[in-house]
């Protein structure tokens, strides 16, 4: 790991390398770490210290997992993009949809890369994306397209960040009066973030919100 942050840019692609599983956080730094021309200047396990990282090293790449334990890797990315103009960040997850892939290149993500696809993918993505390439795989870059042309829209394409916060809550099992708790607003206003999820998504229960959601890729 570089011993000194924010130094000029060399010729090697600098990342960021975003996972809390420590386990494949170790085996994807040591497999990164010994291509040529990638150094892995820091590992964070959270969105939180990924934001803090991206502003101290300013890499090029951010190789970002979907699922921390203080919120979603996509929802980061406009965080991660302003702590460090340029960085281009690639999502790494365990499944791919077209919604989700949609919802990355929305937040100015740079591609998405599945975690079943092997070392030698993902070290080529890196580069793809550190030379200011997007990656999407093929079966995913139609929704992608069209989303961001505007031809098609998801069922989640309007939710706020708090109705998707409140889907979340919903997929969990939690209940108004626990949703809002856990969200810290009045009853009337938990049960009307989930009247608007439910309408948004066309559902007209609870569980058929989520599996709506599901269906479309917002809970993956």
Not at 36 to 65: F, K, Q, Y
Not at 140 to 152: E, I, K, P, S, W
Not at 169 to 187: D, F, K, N, P, W
Not at 202 to 218: C, T, Y
């Given at each position: 790991m570089?011993?000194?942050?924010?130094r000029p840019a060399?010729?090697s692609i600098?990342?960021?390398?975003?996972?809390?599983?420590?386990?494949?956080?170790?085996?994807?730094?040591?497999?990164l770490?010994?291509?040529?021309?990638i150094?892995?200047?820091?590992?964070?396990?959270?969105?939180?210290a990924?934001?803090?990282?991206?502003e101290?090293?300013r890499?090029?790449?951010?190789?970002?997992?979907?699922?921390?334990?203080?919120?979603?890797?996509?929802?980061a990315?406009?965080?991660l993009?302003?702590?460090a103009?340029?960085?281009r960040?690639?999502?790494?997850?365990?499944?791919?949809?077209?919604?989700?892939?949609?919802?990355?290149?929305?937040?100015?993500?740079?591609?998405?890369i599945?975690?079943?696809?092997?070392?030698?993918k993902?070290?080529?993505?890196v580069?793809e994306?550190?030379?200011?390439?997007?990656?999407?795989?093929?079966?995913?870059?139609?929704?992608?397209?069209?989303?961001?042309?505007?031809r098609?829209r998801?069922?989640?394409?309007?939710?706020?960040?708090?109705?998707?916060?409140?889907?979340?809550?919903?997929a969990?099992?939690?209940?108004?009066?626990?949703?809002?708790?856990?969200?810290?607003?009045?009853?009337?206003?938990?049960?009307?973030?989930?009247?608007?999820?439910?309408?948004?998504?066309?559902?007209?229960?609870?569980?058929?919100?989520?599996?709506?959601a599901r269906?479309?890729?917002?809970?993956?």
């Amino acid at each position: 790991m570089s011993p000194s942050p924010g130094r000029p840019a060399s010729p090697s692609i600098r990342l960021v390398l975003v996972e809390d599983h420590d386990m494949v956080a170790e085996a994807l730094g040591l497999a990164l770490g010994r291509a040529a021309g990638i150094e892995v200047v820091a590992r964070a396990g959270s969105v939180a210290a990924a934001v803090a990282d991206t502003e101290r090293w300013r890499p090029d790449v951010v190789l970002l997992d979907r699922r921390l334990p203080d919120g979603d890797g996509v929802a980061a990315i406009p965080r991660l993009s302003a702590a460090a103009p340029g960085v281009r960040v690639l999502v790494l997850t365990g499944e791919a949809s077209p919604a989700v892939a949609a919802r990355v290149a929305e937040a100015g993500g740079a591609g998405l890369i599945v975690k079943s696809a092997g070392l030698r993918k993902l070290e080529s993505a890196v580069r793809e994306v550190a030379a200011g390439g997007a990656v999407f795989e093929h079966a995913l870059l139609a929704g992608v397209l069209n989303r961001l042309t505007g031809r098609a829209r998801g069922s989640g394409a309007e939710l706020t960040a708090r109705e998707r916060e409140t889907l979340l809550l919903l997929a969990e099992g939690a209940s108004t009066g626990q949703i809002s708790e856990r969200l810290g607003v009045a009853h009337n206003t938990a049960r009307n973030h989930i009247q608007r999820v439910l309408e948004k998504l066309g559902a007209r229960s609870k569980l058929e919100a989520v599996a709506v959601a599901r269906r479309e890729g917002l809970l993956d």
